[in-house]
């Protein structure tokens, strides 16, 4: 599977759509919100241009991309109007990989430039430009000192391929029917795992450090663990689950268990160690900030929990669990999914875990 | 009618698609790419920029734009090579109105990329950076001073409302059911078309204006017209069949004909005084060059002919018809419309008239 073809958030508005069910990210988005403003302030009085130029890397296509850009306009708008500076115009770049719905962010972007003029308080000149920019953030995106802040929710967990060390000489799967680092898979599976993450993490840096302006910020939230060990119940749990469910399907005869062999996920939660070392080894960058948040999911009705977060989870995998069962499979095993992940919520509290840095480009 | 929000070229790669269709356009663009290209090196050479920025606005979804973008490219490594400099990084901007089909080009970036880097004849660091910008160009679109070279290839003829002083005071068009300037239409239909061109334009070169860099450039294709008269044959034949097509669907039952007198095309073609009138007005721009171009349409073959410029219009002029007549009725309109083509291509050749115009920048 070619992972930059092929994963993108569900597109359009539908019941099934990321835009419909990006809350959970929304809520952790929220709760760090303040970390990423501050990292935006700090990057524009670093240099005080007169146009501030961000990006949001992995935008996605719901709303949370544009709230949280609307939030960091009207900080460094507030932090001028206070020290009585001129407000800068702002330079808006969106990323993601040519198959998200661009289309439909486009489309939202005059209510949002309507929204956003009517909470200023002056009439000085001041605009926000926006542009949609596709292609995988492991490679080049911007010109060289291009940018002053840069930012990245809930993507940068995706690799960019599924580790190649995962599979044997004749390409058979050597993690026994697990889709991600499990109990039971062998070591040499965290390992290729954290290999790939290792190549993908500095490639990422390394492109970032050319496009930053020296002194420029980077805020970056993704999933993370809070252990030493690669397999950690609380990042892999979803994964297990969705193992589990498609072995039941296999079970049943409702899908073959040949394809499946050759589906992992392209997915893996660092460790704040993991993190640091990579952002030393790349060289381009201070760490300013550097945390795991935890935050449960769910209400508390295991039910509905267990359901919306199926949903959920099903908005992010589709296009790929597509490419290996099938369309007409993907309602079904989202069913088992849901059922599976409401009895583990009626026993215990799922918890969602985050890790989020700030980097500082080295002059 | 909200032009707006309305007005798209036809998605997607589809038989009836603007991809599809727009061969007419690309072989004008074609014809007079060689102008364009000087400008763009003429941009370039003015400042030698490291990173070339340039848009091309009202880029639509087909395959025209990233064409004449690859050959501006090559054109100044060229350049650079012959010089021994170094040759810099591009950053293009591809601009459209937001209901365009992103995504669709979007997806084709990637097959670009590599099909410019085939022809590149050496290894030295240079890349091409790309990003899409929703919106209308009669607004700003871009930072202040942060383009080296603007294009824009058949849409500037696309007005940015219906002239509002086609109306009367109920309302209702005084154009005697016709859509564009015609023979038959009062005289005040045509200084409509003119006060609102005027509007436009200025709105436009004001927005550009303030865009572009001292020095830079702006290469502009639109249809036009070679006479002072603003009814000439050439540039509103076109309207003129569609206008008599809708009439017999009217008189057939086919259509109401009360929503049709709502309708007028938002397009004015205009005269190459007429544009140097706007460009002196506007005062920030000196003309380099100014032209009518005119080539003939079609291949000879009165019925193939007929039905592939039927097809083109309709790629056009899809979204806003339907927005009036209804989705269904369109088959059956551009079925008339294809018969009625054929029957005057048989007669006499049709031309297709297109102005040039290059500006510079003032200091």
């Given amino acids: 599977m070619d992972v930059e073809t092929v994963l993108h958030m569900k597109g359009g508005l539908g019941e099934t759509s990321y835009a419909q069910n990006s809350s959970i ?10 970390v990423v403003i501050d990292a935006a ?16 890397l ?5 709303t949370n991309a ?3 850009i609307g939030d960091i306009v009207n900080a460094i ?21 040519p198959g998200n719905d661009f289309n439909s962010i486009f489309i939202s972007f005059s209510d949002f430039g309507s929204r956003l003029k009517n909470v200023r308080r002056r009439d000085e000149f001041h605009s926000v430009f926006m542009a949609g920019v596709p292609g995988s953030f ?18 940068l967990h995706w690799l960019s391929q599924v580790p190649p060390g995962i599979f044997n000489e004749e390409g058979k799967s050597m993690n026994s029917r697990k889709i991600y680092i499990s109990k039971t898979s062998p070591p040499s599976i965290a390992k290729a795992y954290h290999q790939q993450f290792q190549k993908d993490f500095g490639s990422f840096l390394k492109s970032r450090s050319e496009e930053l302006v020296s002194e420029g910020r980077m805020a970056l939230i993704m999933s993370g663990r809070d252990t030493k060990e690669p397999c950690n119940k609380m990042t892999t749990l979803l994964w297990e689950l969705l193992a589990r469910s ?16 050759l589906y992992n996920a392209p997915f893996y939660g660092p460790s704040l160690r993991e993190i640091e070392y990579e952002v030393l080894r790349e060289g381009s960058f201070t760490v300013e900030y550097l945390k795991i948040f935890k935050d449960k999911v769910g209400s508390g009705d295991a039910k509905k929990d267990g359901a919306a977060l199926a949903t959920a989870i099903r908005a992010i995998q589709e296009s790929m669990l597509c490419h290996y069962i099938g369309r007409e499979a993907i309602d079904r095993l989202f069913h088992i999914y849901s059922e599976l992940l409401s009895e583990v919520m009626q026993k215990e509290e799922i918890m969602a875990v985050y890790a989020i840095v ?4 080295s002059p």
Same sequence: chains 1, 2.
């Fill in 41 to 56: 302030i700090d990057a524009y009085l670093s240099e005080t241009p007169r146009c501030f130029k961000m990006a949001d």
């Fill in 66 to 68: 544009l709230s949280l």
């Fill in 246 to 261: 498609l072995s039941i399907m296999v079970a049943q005869g409702e899908i073959g268990g040949e394809d499946l062999e």
């Fill in 358 to 361: 700030v980097l500082r480009r």
């Fill in 138 to 155: 492991y490679g080049r995106l911007f010109p060289s000192n291009s940018l002053h802040f840069i930012h990245s929710s809930h993507s």
């Fill in 25 to 34: 990210q929304k809520k952790f988005t929220d709760g760090m919100k303040h």
């Fill in 77 to 97: 708008d507030e932090r001028c109007h206070e020290k009585t500076r001129q407000v800068p115009q702002f330079m808006v770049f969106l990323n993601d990989l």
């Fill in 58 to 62: 992995g935008c996605s296509s719901g």
